[in-house]
């Protein structure tokens, strides 16, 4: 899917390789870096899309680069996506509905990583439970 491999580019997607802990370094260098400029960025704080859509256990990377540059995390619940994947995370030609839930911003100050993490993940699963269920 090339035109897939064009919008991450064009997004200025920021890969991981998974295992491989200098790629990881090299990742949170640049998050470091755009949240100092004041870029935002869109983390998918599981690091994958589980093929049941049970919302999986959160990575750590986002809520340590958010108390760093100290900003405001945006929890955004995604319904209807896995309808919309095969189970190998290549999109399917078709149409479906897709919601996304925008939460109100969780405030780092006085927080840890810990409980960034379970603040997030609570507002993710609130929206999943109003949106019908297990989805990502």
Do not use: N
Not at 27 to 36: G, H, I, K, Q
Request: with cysteine.
């Amino acid at each position: 899917y090339p035109a897939i491999g064009q919008a991450f580019w064009m997004a200025r997607h920021i890969s991981v390789k998974r295992g491989d802990r200098d790629s990881a370094q090299r990742c949170m260098e640049t998050v470091d870096a755009w949240l100092r400029r004041g870029v935002s960025v869109l983390f998918f704080p599981e690091g994958t899309r589980k093929v049941d859509g049970v919302l999986g256990p959160f990575k750590s990377g986002a809520f340590r680069a958010a108390l760093s540059a100290k900003v405001p995390i945006a929890p955004v619940t995604i319904s209807g996506a896995r309808e919309l994947m095969s189970p190998r995370g290549v999109p399917q030609l078709g149409w479906g509905r897709v919601q996304l839930t925008i939460h109100p911003l969780i405030r780092t100050e006085g927080k840890d990583k810990d409980g960034l993490a379970t603040e997030t993940r609570t507002a993710i699963l609130e929206g999943l439970a109003k949106a019908g269920g297990k989805d990502e």
